[in-house]
């Protein structure tokens, strides 16, 4: 591949986010002793999670409200009650402490040392702007990346080609010597293909993908045999 430049999603791709967030809701349980086990919660909240994440990827709810809203919803759910108050306040815990938790996927670091010597490295994140220099620091990813594109400093989120065009240019690549790597199909992948970007897919998961002539890992590693 002719490539100098590599742009990473964050969340999901090097970041171990579910381990992350888990870690964080423990700790959030823990001190307000919410009378709901952790594992019947995180059970019905990743789905609703990941269904407010795609509203707000197609800018369908606003930021606050999908803070405020995957929780309430998971807690209505359960048929437990708690107060706004009490919601607010593990939304505002949740995001303070997130970023404290660093464990990242198997092999990140040292696809990282490997790739670090040979191209650029950024990242484009949909994350919030708050949370995402922060975690990366705290996990010691942040020294690899020159540059670090949030959707919300560009006021479009991916898929939006304004993304990865405002990333491009900043980088000061090309669509010809760039590639992108992450976990998303539509946010990631596709949204890079539809601008003649290359792309990796981390199916860490192990999805089935209907979607032809995509390259797909299963564990960051793998991506040394394309790199």
């Known amino acids: 591949m002719n490539v100098a430049h590599i742009f990473f999603d964050l969340d999901h791709t090097l970041w171990d986010f579910e381990k992350n ?3 964080a809701f423990q700790k959030i349980f823990s001190e307000h002793r919410i009378g709901v086990e952790l594992s019947d919660f ?4 990743r789905p609703i999670n990941k269904r407010y994440w795609e509203l707000y990827q197609e800018n369908k709810v606003l930021k606050k409200d999908l803070k405020y809203y995957r929780l309430k919803d998971t807690f209505d759910a359960l048929n437990h009650s708690v107060s706004d108050n009490l919601i607010e306040t593990i939304a505002i815990k949740y995001i303070d402490y997130l970023p404290h938790f660093n464990h990242l996927f198997t092999g990140a670091t040292a ?3 490997y790739l670090k010597s040979k191209y650029q490295l950024h990242i484009i994140t949909n994350g919030f702007e708050e949370v995402q220099l922060l975690k990366m620091e705290k ?3 942040l020294h690899y990346f020159n540059q670090i594109i949030t959707s919300e400093s560009v006021g479009v989120k991916k898929p939006n080609p304004k993304v990865f065009y405002h990333a491009l240019y900043l980088a000061n690549a090309t669509v ?3 590639i992108m790597i992450g976990d998303n199909l539509e946010a990631d992948i596709q949204g890079a293909l539809n601008i003649g970007l290359k792309a990796i897919h981390c199916n860490f998961t192990k999805e089935i993908v209907h979607t032809q002539n995509i390259i797909s890992v299963n564990s960051l590693l793998e991506i040394k045999e394309y790199l």
């Open 139 to 141: 996990s010691g990813l």
């Open 176 to 178: 010809e010597n760039s």
């Open 21 to 23: 967030s888990n870690l």
């Open 42 to 45: 995180l059970e019905m909240y």
């Open 111 to 113: 696809l990282l040392e």
